[in-house]
Structures are given as C-alpha cells and as structure tokens.
Nanobody
C-alpha cells in the first residue's frame, strides 16, 4: 500500500520559515519524481516545486523561486520543502506527489495535504 504522509505545516508569521516533510512508503522511492503542490481556497491546485528521481534537476514556480528549496533523502524515503520568507499568499494546503512511468503507464500518488497559514 502506497502512502505519502506530509507533516510540518502550521501557522507562521509573514517573513517566517517552515519545513515540510513527505514520508513515502510502499514505493521504490528512487524511481519516482517527486513534487510539492498547493491549493488555496477557491483556486486550482498548482505546482510549487518538483525534483527528478535522482535529484539531477529541480523546478520551481516563479512565485517561490529564491525562497523555497526542494530536496529528497533516499536513505529516509523522505522529501522536504524548506520555505523561507513566507508571505500571506503562500497560505494553502500543500500536497506531495510521487510520479513514475513504467512501460508508458503513469503511476501517480498523492498525500493527504498539510495546511500552511501565513498570517500576523
């Protein structure tokens, strides 16, 4: 059974920092590209950052470049999102995603989400 479990969300003041974690089980972690997405109330889910299976490449939404850093630890089967200089517009539910392709079939898994609220 595949599980992606996010943690680390919470309430933080503008300018503050949080680190989100996504612990994966039930998958061969090193074979999956990983990503963080977020969804604010009334808005569509959007990509925040993603990282290739071997960490060769990372990609960030323009709105978070220079403030957020995505990383992964293969020994712990865990992905992270370090979020600095947080802004109120970063408020959203953050989801982790694991994606892989085998014989042209896409395997796509999601976590349950963790709430991040940036407010004074």
């Amino acid at each position: 059974q595949v599980q992606l479990v996010e943690s680390g969300g919470g309430l933080v003041q503008p300018g503050g920092s949080l680190r989100l974690s996504c612990a994966a089980s039930g998958i061969i972690f090193s074979r999956y590209a990983l990503g963080w997405y977020r969804q604010a109330p009334g808005k569509q889910r959007e990509l925040v950052a993603d990282i290739t299976s071997g960490s060769e490449r990372t990609n960030y939404a323009d709105s978070v470049k220079g403030r957020f850093t995505i990383s992964r630890d293969h020994a712990k089967n865990t992905m992270y999102l370090q979020m600095n200089s947080l802004k109120p517009e970063d408020t959203a539910v953050y989801y982790c995603n694991a994606r892989s392709w085998v014989m042209a079939v896409q395997y796509d898994y999601w976590g349950q989400g963790t709430q991040v609220t940036v407010s004074s």
